[in-house]
């Protein structure tokens, strides 16, 4: 049979921290720490098999659960000497979930559970505290109407702030007694009346239905959404950690708190963390009342503080990992209630990484697999330019690093809509769950309230997003969409600087620079680069993008859009000239005018690649898109006529309306483009080649290395090859003798359309060199326009019918087969050929991973990519060695 | 060394009637006729080979080959006596084109050549005619001028004019003998004026040049349109064949003719052919003048045409096919100049072939192969409907059955413009290899010369068009753009109708009917039937196509459109209303609406298909194909607004056009269509198998047997199939419990996105069939859209880069293998998958025995093209048996 519940307790747990798939995260550390003899509440964990089971059994558990629960329940009572339900020594506690990757905040959680009008009278006698021991019980009553049966906080509340007006208090912590049994008495009406069933008295039946509410918050709409925006599967499913209570509100030799052993914010190697006296756990993270830093602690609860201390250098040492760890104290005693390991910035990644190499806690090739490639992006984020004078209004903690600028908005919903237009910066209280499409859409958070653990903190920080907390000096009015500092008032709409790094809050927009990449970064990067066996080149299509690149490390250009050149403004009017000639004659009198811009392009790109290789594409995109709009010149026209303009200009406009109607396309993705244009106009490959080969030679005469490669784009067939490479040749050394040089320079094609993935062993034949280009071959072999996607792809994902989006990262099973079978087919035919990718997703970690392991040479992505495609290419190779 | 001449004469020739590949189709058959005893004046075939390596190798010809020439002129001499230049007994030749596939007037011809002053003393003694060997030197010079040099026929045609004006006469046989040695001098000025160089007298330099030219001839452009109009291979070459002149215009005892050994009009055994008394061979083809029945030659020269019917009764027997001879009777003696396979109507192919079989000559599967599929097409063409009364105005001959109305059009290129907007038929006085385009472009054809073997009838018959020739009472004026019969003035742009089987000219439009398709038609189809593996089914979405599918002999239906039961008059705005609708509810209300109907035309389709399988596929296009153009109501709102029409009326327009451009898509082809509306609006997806199931249970209650087949397509995702198949699931067992009705229906999937075919292996698992729709499979896996594909795969096609169009041949060597690896992938994870396609390719001859090769299940096509499929079907297992 099946074991569906792991007992931890008494330093002997039956798990242990490998076994997070079964166990979840909580749940595993809660066991190694048992292990470890660290002090930790005793209890059980329900593992994911349970959760899974429940969904695809519409919420039934399996068979012999229950008595495998009765069973623990047992054993945690002869392990804590308390009982379930007893009304002199009651067994209470708390029932929280735990997934195999942590997601804090996203599902449910259930304290004091096991409280009654029994019980409730043997935690008094224990505490000797009634009025803790009743709010104890007025706190279950509400988090299980709440949590377990989706009655309205607002309800509870209500009763709540009435209690403290009548009482003439402020806090919860100032009601009587006597209120506060009124309360409980009051929160189990409300429970009756919004249920229509009573509070259910038995612990049992309390154990039961908390159970199944923490199942249920797995699908819940936060937690999927969250699990969406992490990339995390949905058939993990969650455990359940049942734990004996212990009390950080007993009084003021109690207390709460969480910690890291590192400071995840900068990784500096220093003990870092927050608590609050006389509180619950959650009220730490929910950003209620600003906690203290745990230096304090030290001076409070010295001995509580050394023994913290040596449990978590211990669980470093242990899990060779920086720790984020939560603790409670009740009446002067430790208890450890988590242990995992500590999410942190980029920054503090590689600082960390960096360190623990140094002190030979870890290897290089360790150190290399403790950040995301997605987390350098974090690194690379603008920081306020130091030149500049500020104005900073207020300072609150620096909660997650990097700059920010953008007009201030108040609610998540609002932050959605006006980011379409332009940045905006979201202020909140405090933030929560419900808030996180805001705070995706923002360009940085600011909240009053809550510390380097709340809500906002970590959300931020996870999203590599600006984020300053617990700046408690702005007064925010939500309701009147204003904050007030200091006696001046900001409106929404005002622009707003952030700096996460620093905390300043500074009014107005402040310029931005690029920050150093050097250092603990730089050295980490050495590190990468010394493993991996992926080539990393950028996609740029001019000398400024190509000096960013080579700064980032790129090793060439994998991709030069030759069309990104026609865009140009004084350029436009001669390409569209050229578009409308009538003659190849006049054609190639425009081109001429285009030569020598062109050529230019290419020189300055050459010079800043330095003998770098750089592939250049042939023109590309459909020539209707340097037109002017159709359905605009039809009204244009419409109302020229209305308005009797003189006849000649209307003619004028509709012979070009009817140049625009010839070249319209139903699907332009799929029309006239890519070698298509340069199979039907010729003089266009010409006069771009000839441009290429000019620039090369020019240098070439000068004693520099140039490495042109030349390539053909959307090529299916390899005919289209056949015919472009011939011109490309012809001209090629027609320039080269005019010049007197010979330079080295390849052919080589796009793999884009399906059917060029499918023939790749003909193509091969003529191509020099592969280059996929996954956007493409993501919309053709999909058969997803990517313009037009977004009308059913977020259906897609949240039915679950994808699980990411092939636009991000590549699709295994589908294109990334089509890719294999051009890799495997092109090098039948020519062994050595060169091969690398183009699109997008050559900066996707996940999809450049891919790119190693199905043999590519190199990848080509944006120069802001390229650290994230050096780091993901060499975990690669680290994951291939397991 | 390579063997690049073959001799042929003296009853023994080097080549046999195999090696067409080598010596071509005329080649062959000379020497095969040789070989066999049959009259050939002598000569020999130059091979495809030379004509390649020619090709290759700019211009040049192989080494040795210019020996080889001479020792077969040396050989030609000594079997005729004659010698190449003597002044006494000269040996002249004619030199012709003649490749492995017969390209009728396409490639040059040369007669005569050997002729210059001193061989003419030679013909005028041997001939004793005088007026007769100056006019072959006449005739020599204008041909040589025109053909090998590119004179135009113009300049040689005034000197002509000019000398029978002033001779007085009107033919040129009437000339006298010093007026035709007067044009010889003046044509060889006119060669000297144009070319710049002397008409050469050399023979052997005649001969080297007319090869020169005659191989150049296969790339002329007209060439080149008839391969592409016929997918006859570019590469395979022509070769050239120098035989030993002999002259049917040597008086009246001599002639020439070409004949039939049956009927090619109608297949009838009759002995048939025309011919001329004393003319050369060119002029019976070219149609100047009009020749007599062949009968007549019994009476005219009976031993001749004993001769001639023995000769060309045992070519018959020994081809085992109908032979096209071409014959020539100088001073009393036949020659056989020619014998090939006789092209023929597909009415008397398909008599043909049945008659030989019950004549003994042929088997069964011998007849099948007898008639190119696409040819059936000619069978299903209508007639004109024998009921209606009609105005004969002219009488021709019947050179190419079938029926056709439309306006009257004097030249090719206005027959291609005006035949954009409406049938148009061709009258010329005679039609020439220029005017093919015209003809491709034309419903019919008319000509005022010629006979059933001239040009316009033999291209005719190839296109399956009908034709009249020779119809000589038609004054035609192709300058004043009108026809005079009979006193009636018929004028451009009038509407005339030809009945190609009579020959009757009609004034006006007539209505047609479709042909019979039992008698020996229906005798060849169950052969075809007998022998094929691949079932045929029909494209219907209607009970009338349903109906005309089963007489066609379709064996269910293989795609039922159900959008195009949606784009009827009274349902599109019922389905505009559901596609603007703002809520779910809304929608499914007038889904309601539609439901109903699309319930009867369910049963309707059931109804006729009696049991067959039906495959249903759900809704398809993007529904902004429903709705009003964006791009007109952007004007029509600039107009309503330039005339300040009421702000109501002006806010109604602008919220429709909110909705449109909501729905506006830059790639419709890649957009929000096929299963992932059914996704994003799973209510349509009910409707529509509510519809289908309610009317299979109407119809399973009365007791018959239907057979629905519910096809989701553009899945690209198992989990897109999944998705829908759960709806189709669900709504069908809930119909049927309705209905109290248990009904055996598959559900499955198209396989039309390239993504699908790779993958086919998942899909398969919940697919119970596949169809391949290979349209959007070519689009996709190309990357071509077929809307906008005009805009250059006319270049593709006239550079070689395709071979043919692959929207209308499926493109074996890339598509194809996407196809193959979705069937070896379906059938790995489901062996007895049901496969077909539905694509128009289905159609397609060359795509169904593909579809046969690959192992589909059957192949499914408009109603029109199931006795095609069926031919073509049958033919892919006699040729897999070779």
Chains 1, 2 share one sequence.
């Not at 379930?84 to 449910?108: E, H, Q, T, W, Y």
Request: aromatic fraction near 6%.
């Amino acid at each position: 049979m099946a074991k569906y519940v792991y007992f931890f307790g008494g330093r002997k747990a039956e798990g242990d921290g490998k076994m997070k798939d079964l166990l979840g995260g909580k749940g595993a550390g809660l066991a190694e720490m048992t292990n470890s003899g660290i002090p930790v509440p005793p209890g059980f964990t329900i593992t994911t098999k349970v959760c899974n089971y429940f969904y695809k059994n519409k919420g039934r558990m399996p068979s012999g659960f229950k008595q495998e629960i009765q069973k623990n329940i047992q054993k945690l009572e002869r392990t804590t000497g308390k009982r379930f339900g007893d009304a002199k020594n009651p067994l209470l506690v708390s029932v929280r979930s735990g997934a195999k990757i942590s997601m804090p905040g996203m599902m449910d959680t259930i304290l004091n559970l096991g409280l009654n009008d029994e019980t409730i009278k043997g935690l008094i006698k224990k505490s000797n505290d009634e009025k803790f021991a009743w709010d104890a019980y007025r706190r279950l009553v509400q988090m299980f109407g709440n949590v377990v049966m989706g009655v309205e906080k607002e309800k509870f509340e209500k009763l709540l702030d009435k209690k403290k007006k009548e009482g003439k208090v402020k806090f919860d912590q100032q009601l009587s007694v006597d209120a506060i049994k009124d309360l409980v008495d009051g929160f189990k009406k409300v429970y009756q009346q919004e249920t229509g069933k009573k509070f259910p008295p038995d612990s049992l039946e309390q154990l039961k239905m908390a159970i199944e509410s923490v199942f249920e918050s797995w699908n819940n709409p936060r937690a999927v959404t969250y699990r969406k925006l992490n990339k995390i599967p949905d058939d993990l499913g969650t455990a359940i950690n049942i734990q004996t209570m212990v009390f950080g509100n007993m009084g003021n030799d109690s207390g709460t708190g969480v910690g890291f052993t590192r400071n995840p914010s900068t990784g500096k190697k220093k003990f870092y963390g927050e608590y609050l006296l006389n509180a619950q756990g959650e009220d730490v993270v929910a950003g209620v009342r600003t906690p203290l830093p745990i230096e304090n602690l030290k001076k409070e609860m010295p001995k509580v503080y050394q023994e913290l201390w040596e449990i978590t250098t211990k669980l470093e040492k242990h899990y060779r990992d920086t720790q984020d760890f939560e603790f409670t104290v009740e009446n002067g005693k430790l208890f450890m209630l988590q242990t995992r390991i500590g999410k942190r910035t980029a920054f503090a990644a590689v600082k960390i990484a960096v360190d623990m190499v140094k002190e030979g806690l870890i290897t290089e090739e360790e150190a290399l697999m403790r950040l995301a490639p997605a987390q350098i992006d974090q690194l690379l984020h603008p920081i306020l330019d130091p030149k500049v004078k500020v104005d900073v209004i207020a300072r609150g903690l620096p909660a997650s690093p990097g700059a920010a600028s953008g007009t201030i908005i108040f609610t998540a919903e609002e932050a959605v809509e006006k980011s379409k237009k332009g940045p905006v910066i979201l202020v909140r209280q405090e933030t929560c769950p419900d808030d996180i499409h805001g705070m995706d859409a923002a360009k940085g958070i600011l909240t009053a309230r809550g510390g380097m653990t709340s809500h906002a903190a970590v959300v931020a920080r996870g999203m590599g997003k600006p984020c300053i907390a617990g700046c408690e000096t702005l007064q925010i009015s939500e309701e009147n969409k204003e904050i007030i500092v200091n006696g001046k008032t900001i409106k929404e709409g005002d622009w707003l600087t952030i700096d996460g790094a620093t905390g300043r809050v500074i009014l107005g927009r402040v310029p931005t620079v690029k920050p150093s990449l050097s250092g603990d970064f730089g050295i980490f990067m050495k590190w990468a680069d010394k493993i991996r066996k992926l080539g990393v080149r950028a996609n740029a299509d001019i000398p400024r993008d190509a000096k960013t690149a080579i700064n980032f490390g790129a090793e060439g250009i994998g991709l030069c859009r030759t069309e990104h050149m026609f865009f140009a403004q004084e350029r436009v009017p001669i390409v569209q000239k050229m578009i409308l000639a009538d003659t190849e004659k006049e054609r190639r009198k425009f081109l001429d005018e285009l030569l020598p811009m062109q050529r230019e392009d290419f020189l300055g790109l050459f010079k800043e690649m330095k003998g770098y290789p750089v592939i250049i594409r042939t023109i590309d995109p459909p020539l209707h898109e340097f037109l002017p709009k159709r359905e605009e010149l039809m009204v244009e026209i419409a109302l020229m006529k209305e308005r009797k303009k003189p006849e000649k200009e209307i003619k004028k406009k509709e012979a070009l309306l009817a140049r625009v109607n010839q070249l319209h396309e139903i699907n332009p993705m799929l029309g006239h483009r890519g070698c298509r244009l340069g199979i039907t106009y010729p003089e266009i490959t010409e006069m771009q080649v000839r441009a290429i080969m000019e620039a090369a030679c020019k240098l070439a005469k000068k004693g520099k290395t140039v490495l042109p490669e030349i390539m053909i784009p959307l090529v299916g067939h390899i005919n289209e090859l056949k015919n472009q490479k011939a011109v490309v040749v012809r001209v090629a050394k027609s320039v080269m003798k005019d010049y007197g040089v010979k330079i080295k320079y390849l052919v080589g094609t796009m793999i884009e359309i399906p059917r060029g993935a499918i023939t790749a062993d003909e193509i091969a034949a003529e191509a020099e060199f592969f280059s996929f280009g996954t956007n493409d071959l993501t919309q053709m072999g999909f058969g997803f326009s990517r313009d037009d996607a977004g009308k059913f792809i977020n259906d897609y994902l949240s039915e679950g019918i994808l699980k990411s989006d092939p636009f991000q990262t590549i699709d295994q099973d589908g294109i990334g087969k089509l890719i294999g079978m051009g890799i495997k087919r092109g090098r039948k035919t020519k062994k050595n050929l060169e091969i690398g990718i183009c699109g997008e997703h050559g900066g996707d970690p996940d999809s450049v991973k891919f790119c190693h392991r199905i043999g590519m040479d190199y990848v080509s992505c944006s120069p802001f990519r390229v650290p994230i495609a050096r780091l993901a290419a060499a975990q690669a190779v680290l994951e291939e060695k397991k």
